[in-house]
């Protein structure tokens, strides 16, 4: 299947292709078997999402239509995805046939048959414990395909300790659940593998991943980029600041930060290095702006789609409550980019091959109109996340039909739309079913009350102490596992500890949402920032570090909000500007003390008082934010004069 190519100012930005890689390329029966199950994933979550069957007169519950899904995408995992490196990749091997044929047959079980299995859950017959026993077999198997080990290692741990608990002793000590119960709980309970997580991956993540690609499809991606292009590229540093603007566009409506990195970081990335950052820096600022895709608005990403079905509260509200976190984040990023320009004497990019904003807006109007339906669906009329997605897919296809270089080959290139959609789908579908096992292996014990429990004693009490411990293991959880597996994992075993510490509902899975996401950018295992490295040909685990750097605002953002919920949107207009303003120049602070450059180069003393600045004003309480204040204005002024100075002095031995 060919990458969908975008032309930005001579430059081509494509999607990565996934057929390449772990994927094998088929042809004859087995290549149209697999087309077609690809295709099917996408349309069938249309159907469901729309509502088709209820005009049809049909009743189908929802574990119905994850039993489609769930055997549609491990059927295009055991198609596309060898089990070895020695396994053939231009066929399918007949083992793989037999998976092929289970996991339609287990999960068809589930779609047909569900009404009547549920009702017997307790009951179960040996057949449906035999194939719930085959489910978690072909969702392991299929997790270490296309995911890896880790992951399968700790969902078979989680089972394990559910059949074998009452052997553990302590607090791990809990009553075990005979393989029979386990097995049948796992495969039909609504609350595993057919339970939130599935149900996410199966409308939310297929719908929005399809708006994001038809964006590519119609060219809505070389608007981005131009718009990018013309509000940064004049400016100083104005390499690194289309970077920082085009990734969080990119990221805010397509919610990947490896994907992100591959399509704008092979544009960005040299560009940077051309106009005179160094080959580990531009890296690692593609990495933190794609990755600040996951916490950005309206999209996010798959954990904010999960955060909202746990909290039993409206898409749009964790959107609306992401909004200044986000933008903290990316102003961070920003203001370390323009003091590195500053004091690498980096200039802008050459006006005469950059584009004129209105220019770019009178080209590409007609772009917008699907993404202003995506976010009038979701803010105004409080749709469904999948349904105002797949509303504005509808729309940004009507788009591209109306224009005559898409609808050249139109159908075909739609057609490589859902096929790319279906197979983006794979892993995060994949992780999904695999958290489903984590949440039904856990639920069937008392293990996440018990290491709530052990959590607030390690902490004694402390709130700040809970954080700090919530935060290293979410940073460590997520050290290559997909961010869905690791949020669950943090959501079912560290949230309850910290709302039972005082931390705000909304806060405790958004703060972990943060860490699970600087998980990409985090040393050792920093995906995000490696996959820049290998674009920027430089030292993956320098650019992790200078990374972590730039990222400082969701290090310290988090934190924040959970002791000022205004900054979460949560209060009246005033808590929520007292909040905004410290946090806003506490932010400013931490990032110029990490640069060490503020209109001038700081000392080390400049720094450090700028860091203890930054700490008052992220800290609650007006007389810390006050000291901070005073320091940071102390620093600012100290810096302007000493530039005067210099200047001055460099003045006096000119004209001498």
Same mark, same amino acid.
């Given at each position: ?34 087309? #077609? ?16 069957? #209820? ?99 700790? !969902? ?15 607090? &791990? ?10 097995? #049948? ?108 895709? &996951? ?140 958290? !489903? ?61 910290? #709302? ?33 490295? !290998? ?122």
């Amino acid at each position: 299947m060919p990458a969908l190519e975008i032309n930005t100012g001579g430059t081509t930005m494509s999607q990565p292709k996934k057929t390449g890689g772990k994927f094998r390329s088929l042809g004859g029966f087995s290549g149209a078997l697999s087309k #077609t199950f690809l295709t099917l994933i996408p349309i069938a979550c249309i159907l469901y999402v729309a509502d088709v069957q #209820t005009y049809l007169g049909l009743q189908i519950y929802k574990e119905q239509y994850l039993g489609l899904f769930l055997g549609l995408f491990l059927s295009s995992i055991f198609l596309k995805v060898p089990a070895t490196r020695l396994s053939p990749r231009d066929r399918v091997p007949w083992y793989d046939w037999i998976l092929v044929v289970i996991s339609l047959v287990i999960f068809g079980n589930v779609m047909i048959n569900y009404r009547e299995l549920v009702v017997m859950v307790g009951f179960a017959a040996p057949t449906e414990v035999i194939m719930g026993f085959l489910a978690v077999y072909l969702l392991f198997e299929a997790a270490r395909r296309i995911i890896g080990l880790p992951l399968v290692v700790i !969902g078979l741990v989680l089972v394990l300790y559910a059949r074998f608990a009452f052997l553990f002793p302590g607090l &791990l000590n809990a009553r075990g659940v005979s393989w029979k119960r386990l097995f #049948t709980m796992l495969y039909l309970d609504p609350n595993s593998i057919l339970g939130v997580p599935s149900s996410v991956a199966g409308t939310m993540v297929v719908a929005f991943m399809l708006f994001g690609i038809c964006l590519f499809m119609v060219g809505g991606g070389q608007f981005l980029s131009d718009i990018a292009m013309a509000l940064m590229g004049r400016q100083r540093g104005g390499a690194a600041k289309v970077a920082v603007i085009a990734s969080g566009l990119f990221g805010s409506l397509s919610g990947s930060a490896s994907a992100n990195v591959a399509v704008t970081g092979s544009v960005t990335i040299p560009l940077m290095k051309k106009t005179g950052y160094s080959p580990p820096f531009s890296a690692a600022v593609e990495a933190v702006a794609s990755t600040g895709g &996951l916490v950005m608005p309206p999209v996010m990403g798959i954990t904010a789609f999960m955060m909202a079905e746990f909290l039993g509260m409206p898409y749009y509200e964790v959107a609306l409550a992401a909004v200044i976190p986000a933008v903290l984040y990316y102003l961070a990023l920003l203001v370390q980019v323009h003091w590195e320009a500053v004091a690498g004497g980096i200039e802008g990019l050459p006006a005469e091959g950059l584009p004129r904003i209105k220019d770019v807006l009178k080209s590409g109007w007609f772009y917008s109109i699907p993404v202003a339906g995506l976010l009038y669906f979701l803010f105004v009329m409080h749709l469904d996340p999948s349904t105002a997605a797949v509303y504005a897919s509808g729309m940004m296809v009507a788009v591209g039909f109306f224009r005559r270089e898409v609808r050249a080959g139109f159908w075909s290139k739609l057609m490589e739309a859902l096929q790319e959609t279906g197979l983006q789908v794979l892993v995060v579908g994949s992780a999904c079913a695999m958290a !489903g096992i984590v949440i039904g292996s856990v639920s069937l014990t008392n293990l996440g009350l018990n290491l709530s429990n052990a959590l607030i004693a390690a902490s004694g009490g402390n709130a700040l102490l809970l954080l700090v411990l919530a935060a290293v293991a979410s940073i460590i959880l997520g050290m290559g596992m997909p961010i869905a597996a690791t949020y669950i994992m943090l959501v079912i075993l560290i949230a309850p500890a910290m #709302t039972h510490a005082g931390i705000p509902a909304v806060a405790a899975p958004m703060f972990m949402n943060f860490f699970a996401a600087m998980s990409f950018v985090t040393p050792p295992v920093a995906i995000a920032a490696y996959v820049a490295a !290998g674009i920027a040909q430089c030292e993956p685990m320098k650019a992790g570090f200078i990374a972590t750097r730039l990222g400082i605002g969701a290090y310290l953002v988090p934190f924040c909000f959970c002791y000022s919920p205004g900054l979460l949107l949560i209060g009246s207009p005033g808590e929520i500007i007292y909040s905004f303003f410290p946090a806003t120049l506490g932010v400013l602070a931490a990032a110029m003390s990490l640069s060490g450059f503020f209109v001038t180069k700081l000392g080390l003393l400049e720094r450090i008082l700028l860091g203890i600045s930054a700490a008052g004003l992220l800290s609650p309480g007006y007389q810390y934010q006050a000291i901070g204040f005073v320091l940071g204005m102390s620093v600012a002024l100290w810096s302007w004069w000493k530039r005067r100075a210099l200047q001055g002095a460099r003045h006096g031995i000119e004209a001498a």
